[in-house]
């Protein structure tokens, strides 16, 4: 009797990258809704655009480097990608602006650097920083949240469409009818007009801790989060790190001069806190990866993304801050190397 | 029940799996009888290969010695059956690299004759422990957890240390394999007894039996076992079923709570770790005078029609085996082994069960392997390490062939248990590609070693060249200044004396 040669172990894998992809993109569903209901449709024609772009960009570069297209496809990371290059992206984006962050994304920070798993920079904030310092004004036209006023317009599909496309809206609207500086930008430029953050929070846009429709979107995110979370599909180390360097510093702020400094839950709730914590700083690829090192990483991208709220031109700012702590991954790898079973905890094995 | 229960220590990473192991322990074991020919390798352990001491045509009785062991490190082994040495050459086993090694084939006669039984110690104290060592020596028996370490040559070593407890390890960690269990519920008396010439031999006074918490038969049949000895020095231990809880140093870890030093032995923590197997192996030569002949073994896995563990003979081929509980069923793919994680496939069933085999799995293709993909870095592996090691970095290492690294980030401490490769979303053998680097630096260590050696006979050798040169240039200066010295007679004399060399012995310079 013949048999088939294979090297131990003999029982399969159960998790693969599709389904972790996947997992990820479905975590992101309820997010998505609320995002089109708060603020119309302009997220779903972003993730169209991008996801288009970055699924060309990945087949273009997997072609040219000789490798199979279907692999590469199939394994969702592009899409991922796309999804969240959407959500970073204000509803009203011209195409060309969407297009240009997820091929850079995806062709320059992802398979210049090697493709899937030798990417320094997380590919979808690398796209968003260069359309972000290329084009910023292109990206300041977040819709005004659905309220009840009377005079809201919630802008549809066609109008998105046309504006998207054409860069312009239909003539019965104006830009500035229909958007507004999003909950970051309104603090950061009350309070630096002399405003107390109470009088800037007073405003029926500020909601009640994130922003109004923000705070929902923060929300239902932290909710796909969590899910992920109880799947094993990403660990708590990261988020909570995020979380840690945050709040801890605007907490503190807050406490000792409460009327210029927003509070710690405004922080939390409003702008791409929530998204960075679960679904972007998580990116396996480009975080540390051993459990100290994610925290670490985690709280290096709280903390820097506090010093550009307060400090920095940007309101926002998490997308630089995730950029600047996956340059420090290598140290943060190298220096929070766990201890090996058997090995003393003080001895570090000699490396250069 | 009187077994008492202890804290565990702490294991890092681990998998809890399905251990598809009701498939086996249903049946009692059984005793496969004695096959037409026996195929015995003269390695069947770790260290030096035994030395045949039998020539081909010549007839062996059951228990007869048929290769001594030759080596500081070795066992010796003895027929399993009565019958005539047909031939002594190389055959199909199943070992790492696979291939073919030296084995003594025996055609049975079917009698089954054994040779006198050398007389049963009773009270085995009567012996002295250096003597209860070469008596273990004598029986072939190695460690039967896997390993195959010499049992006499482990006991030695560890007898000269300081020694805390005896460990008898009834942890299957591995999915499938029943073999240790069967043993505990069938012999356990024979297990404790063992172990009580163990801990004789080592002079400890203190023995925990690790068993996992899953296996209460076993348990219970330990527990009347020890109600009966009346033996207070032994302690069952439980152990949760995460693999590898059983592999020697995480055992070491789960029941003493110390951490065995990388590149150590458990006995830098006072631990000796036997098998239960072993144990009873060690009862049944010493009590009984029964060599390690044979052993339990389980037989499994999707591609075995009736699953359930056997006694067999060693030399037994794994066809006679597969025959005996029923052959085949129709989705035959892998022959392993051993167990799922840990075990080497075989290409035939021609292969020997060895004193190693504990478990003969056949698979069918039903497990689905999907294709290699880039490492994402998610880090599960290095959840999973029982080391605490970082195998996406390693990887990355062993990639790049980047020796320092690959040692700093602790490859040799890598106990190739298969967790990482379980968990890889992205399907990369990393077990396979560790081993390989393993491997590979072995080789280099080797190479530069022998570098080493060359070059210090190279400079050794120039070092004498010189050093003759040197002597011949002060022995010219000499002659030429007794040359100077003694003015012409003395030129004369010289001249007069090789001339007579000359005469004497032409063929010299």
Redesign the interface.
């Given at each position: 009797?013949?048999?088939?040669?294979?090297?131990?172990?003999?029982?399969?894998?159960?998790?693969?990258?599709a389904?972790?992809m996947r997992q990820v993109l479905y975590a992101l569903i309820p997010a998505t809704l609320a995002h089109v209901w708060f603020f119309g449709p302009g997220i779903v024609l972003n993730m169209l655009i991008a996801g288009l772009f970055c699924l060309g960009g990945e087949a273009a570069m997997m072609r040219a480097r000789g490798k199979s297209v279907a692999?590469a496809l199939g394994?969702f990371?592009a899409v991922v990608t796309a999804i969240i290059l959407a959500f970073a992206l204000p509803p009203l984006t011209p195409w060309w602006v969407t297009a240009t962050a997820a091929l850079f994304g995806i062709v320059v920070a992802k398979h210049l650097y090697g493709?899937?798993?030798?990417n320094i920079f997380n590919p979808a904030m690398a796209g968003y920083v260069v359309v972000l310092v290329s084009f910023p004004t292109h990206l300041n036209f977040w819709t005004v949240p659905r309220i009840g006023d009377l005079d809201y317009h919630y802008v549809n599909l066609l109008e998105t469409l046309q504006y998207t496309l054409t860069g312009n809206l239909p003539d019965y609207l104006t830009i500035d009818a229909v958007s507004r500086a999003s909950p970051l930008d309104a603090v950061k430029a009350g309070l630096s007009t002399m405003h107390t953050f109470a009088e800037v929070h007073a405003n029926p846009m500020m909601g009640h801790f994130g922003g109004r429709g923000w705070e929902w979107i923060s929300n239902f995110i932290l909710l796909g989060g969590i899910w992920l979370l109880m799947k094993k599909i990403i660990?708590w180390h990261i988020p909570l790190g995020v979380f840690a360097g945050l709040l801890v510093p605007a907490t503190f702020m807050y406490v000792v001069e409460s009327g210029t400094h927003a509070s710690p839950d405004f922080y939390l709730f409003s702008g791409g806190t929530m998204l960075c914590a679960f679904f972007v700083a998580t990116d396996?690829?480009s975080?540390a990866?051993?459990?100290r090192g994610?925290f670490v990483f985690g709280a290096g991208i709280g903390l820097l993304t506090y010093a550009i709220r307060l400090w920095g031109s940007y309101a926002d700012g998490i997308a630089f801050a995730v950029i600047l702590m996956n340059m420090s991954v290598p140290a943060i790898?190298y220096l929070t190397?766990?201890?090996?079973?058997?090995?003393?905890k003080h001895e570090k094995?000699?490396?250069? | 029940m009187s077994a008492p229960t202890f804290d565990l220590g702490y294991l890092h990473g681990g998998l809890r799996m399905p251990r598809r192991k009701d498939k086996s322990n249903k049946l009692p074991i059984q005793h496969v009888p004695v096959p037409q020919q026996l195929i015995i390798p003269i390695t069947q352990h770790v260290g030096d290969a035994a030395h045949p001491v039998v020539g081909i045509g010549e007839r062996v009785l059951k228990g007869q010695l048929i290769a001594e062991s030759d080596g500081a490190i070795s066992a010796p082994i003895h027929a399993a059956s009565s019958g005539k040495v047909i031939a002594i050459e190389p055959w199909p086993v199943s070992r790492r690299l696979g291939g073919n090694a030296p084995c003594i084939v025996i055609e049975c006669d079917g009698a089954d004759r054994a040779i006198e039984l050398s007389e049963p110690i009773t009270p085995y104290e009567s012996l002295s422990q250096d003597i209860l060592f070469q008596k273990i020596l004598q029986g072939g028996i190695v460690g039967l957890g896997g390993a195959v370490f010499p049992t006499a040559q482990k006991l030695m070593h560890a007898s000269i240390t300081p020694l805390e407890h005896l460990v008898l390890n009834g942890i299957e960690c591995e999915p499938y394999i029943t073999c240790d269990d069967m043993l505990m519920r069938e012999q356990a008396n024979e297990v404790l007894g063992g172990a009580q010439i163990l801990m004789y031999a080592l002079g400890v006074e203190h023995c925990f039996v690790a068993v996992e918490s899953d296996k209460p038969e076993a348990i219970q049949a330990l527990a009347d076992a020890m109600t009966e000895l009346q033996d207070h020095r032994i302690a069952i231990k439980q152990i949760p079923s995460i693999y590898p809880s059983g592999a020697e140093d995480q055992t070491v870890q789960l029941v003493t709570n110390k951490e065995v030093p990388s590149g150590g032995l458990p006995t830098d923590v006072g631990c000796v770790v036997q098998n239960v197997g072993t144990a009873a192996a060690v009862y049944r030569w010493i009590c009984k005078g029964e060599p390690l002949i044979s052993r339990v073994t389980t037989v499994t896995g999707d591609g075995i029609a009736t699953p359930m563990n056997v006694f067999a003979r060693i030399g037994t081929t794994v066809a006679d085996i597969v025959n005996f509980v029923g052959g085949y069923t129709e989705k035959v793919h892998h022959l392993v082994i051993g167990g799922p994680m840990m075990g080497r496939s075989v290409t035939t069933d021609k292969v020997p069960l060895v004193k190693a085999t504990n478990c003969i799995l056949v698979l069918s293709d039903e497990e689905q392997f999907g294709n290699e993909q880039p490492c994402i870095r998610c880090g599960d592996c290095a959840s999973a390490c029982p080391v605490q090691l970082q195998p996406q970095q390693l990887f990355w290492y062993a990639c790049a062939d980047n020796e320092e690294k690959l040692r700093s980030y602790g490859l040799m401490d890598c106990i190739e248990c298969g967790c990482c490769d379980l968990v890889c979303p992205s399907h990369i053998p990393l077990t396979a590609d560790f081993r390989m680097a393993k491997a590979r630096m072995r080789e280099l260590a080797d190479e530069v070693a022998r570098a080493e050696r060359a070059r210090l006979r190279y400079e050794f050798h120039t070092q004498r060249l010189d050093r003759e040169q040197l002597l011949r240039a002060q022995q010219l200066e000499a002659q030429k200044q007794a040359a100077s010295e003694g003015g012409s007679k003395a030129i004369r004399d010289i001249l007069e004396r090789t001339s007579k060399k000359h005469d004497q012995d032409p063929g010299e310079e």
């Open positions: 009797m013949e048999f088939v040669r294979r090297d131990a172990p003999f029982i399969a894998p159960r998790a693969n990258v389904s972790i692999v394994d990371s493709g899937l798993g030798y660990r396996p690829v975080a990866t051993s459990p994610r790898d190397r766990p201890r090996i079973v058997g090995h003393s094995a000699p490396d250069r | -």
